[in-house]
């Protein structure tokens, strides 16, 4: 085989390698933003629980300030109506107080409401929180797993781009020229072999005249008609 082609071979085996090596790479990171994605959703949700149960203390709290300052005038209210001589004040005093009875007895249901809240929200939270936790675990040790994978495929990486850059150098550069552009633009197999008259990319027949000279001057570099491939003669003993 002569030696560019041999040379363009290589560089091509080699770039599949390396293709190879970053889509396996690529599974790291959709890895870790797929389980960083149910962080997020884990801690937004511990986050709204959170939020929640502290405008319910805080609705609980105003209500039970109310009421105490209800039952506070309702004990001064009472004094009062011990006091009271007059029928129309003692009558208005007592509707007044049985009013305000009725509000109490209100404001007592409306904060035995906030408490079932505040015990239920609890209960989430600390659901919530439980499997916060499990994914922050979880990720933690994703993201050290990932680091070490990347960093190790990095490495590979950039031994394998060093020799990338050496085999070009070896290379006919205008036929380097037309296999990047096909290869960036198609197929990760650019430069394939024709064999029993056929390239072996598409695997159709090349036109009769364009088979003849492949046969007539092996060491050329030819580009398919069909789908525009490089391709090169090779015996079948080759294969």
């Not at 082609?5 to 560089?11: D, F, P, S």
């Not at 790479?25 to 937004?44: I, M, N, T």
């Not at 502290?54 to 506070?72: C, G, N, P, Y």
Request: proline share 2%; with cysteine.
């Amino acid at each position: 085989m002569e030696q560019n082609i041999e040379n363009i071979l290589k560089l091509q085996q080699l770039e599949q390698e390396i293709d190879l090596i970053k889509s396996d790479a690529q599974v790291f990171p959709d890895r870790l933003k797929e389980v960083s994605e149910e962080h997020q959703q884990k801690k937004l949700l511990f986050d709204e629980i959170s939020t929640r149960i502290k405008a319910i203390q805080a609705e609980k709290a105003d209500l039970e300030d109310t009421l105490s300052l209800e039952e506070q005038r309702l004990t001064k209210s009472k004094k009062k109506l011990n006091d009271i001589t007059k029928s129309y004040e003692y009558q208005a005093l007592k509707k007044e107080i049985e009013s305000t009875e009725r509000n109490n007895v209100l404001l007592q249901d409306q904060i035995k409401e906030k408490t079932d809240e505040l015990e239920k929200a609890s209960q989430e939270l600390a659901t919530a929180k439980e499997n916060f936790e499990k994914v922050d675990e979880r990720l933690t040790s994703i993201q050290g797993e990932v680091d070490v994978k990347m960093g190790e495929l990095d490495g590979v990486l950039v031994e394998k781009t060093k020799q990338q850059k050496s085999l070009e150098e070896n290379c006919d550069q205008s036929v380097l020229s037309r296999y990047k552009m096909i290869r960036s633009r198609k197929y990760s197999d650019a430069l394939v072999p024709v064999i029993g008259g056929a390239c072996q990319g598409c695997f159709m027949n090349v036109p009769p005249q364009m088979f003849n000279q492949i046969l007539q001057d092996q060491a050329k570099v030819y580009q398919c008609p069909n789908c525009q491939r490089l391709i090169y003669w090779q015996d079948e003993v080759e294969q």
